[in-house]
């Protein structure tokens, strides 16, 4: 009976021991856990990261606005008329702005007599970019006329018919922006004359004068500040 009562001391004393050994075992991997998950101290002897630099896209300019030069004096035109009468500067004006003459004149020279007569008015409102688009809506670009040329090519015009002002339906609905503004809407009788022979036909154009009492007109005269020759911009 003793001989087990000391063998069950025994084997309790054995149990205690590998509880224990248990435990310390836990205790350890669990303090090993918590060091190896604690983040590294920093350094601070250690130099800095370097900052971190957005590159920003340089801000978007708008296009430079390119005004039309402004004539602040017009000059007169050798052959255009000096004349408060509006309806004369404007017959004078369709018929200059249809005739050429290929056999003495190039392309630039005729496109600058057309030039010499348009006066740009300080608002900008009549650019010479459009001088450039009805130009060529009479029918000849710089390529044409240098085959023209060699076809000993001109042409002429007269006024056939005419309307001004009041009597255009379109300038009754949308009268002029300012005393002195005029609009005349002439049909043209064409003729291309070349080698081969002629070639007659009609040809509408709107003419828009410049005169006194206008604060944007010379004192004395009147001047051309447009004209349409494109078919969908004709005044009738």
């Known amino acids: 009976m003793s001989q087990i009562a000391r063998t069950v001391r025994r084997l309790a004393r054995r149990r205690r021991l590998i509880v224990l050994i248990a435990v310390l075992a836990a205790l350890i991997a669990a303090t090993a856990v918590v060091f190896a998950t604690k ?36 000059v007169l035109a050798p052959d255009e008329p000096n004349t408060a009468n509006y309806k004369t500067l404007a017959k004078a004006a369709a018929e200059m702005i249809y005739t050429w003459d290929a056999r003495s004149s190039t392309f630039s020279a005729v496109y600058e007599r057309v030039r010499s007569w348009w006066d740009v008015l300080p608002d900008g409102s009549n650019p010479l970019t459009v001088l450039a688009q009805e130009f060529q809506a009479t029918g000849v ?17 007269t006024v056939a018919s005419s309307a001004c002002d009041g009597q255009l339906a379109q300038v009754k609905a949308h009268p002029a922006p300012w005393v002195g503004l005029h609009v005349c809407t002439f049909t043209l009788k064409v003729t291309e004359h070349q080698a081969g022979g002629d070639n007659s036909y009609s040809a509408p154009v709107s003419v828009m004068v410049n005169c006194p009492p206008a604060t944007n007109a010379p004192a004395d005269r009147c001047v051309m500040v447009g004209f349409y020759a494109s078919p969908d911009r004709i005044v009738y």
Do not use: I, K, N
């Open 39 to 74: 983040p590294a101290a920093t350094d601070s002897s250690a130099p800095p990261p370097p900052a971190t630099v957005l590159a920003t896209a340089p801000a978007t300019r708008p296009p430079a606005v390119v005004h039309p030069r402004w004539d602040p004096e017009p």
């Open 141 to 157: 670009t710089a390529a044409s006329f240098a085959s023209l040329s060699g076809m000993q090519a001109y042409r002429t015009a």
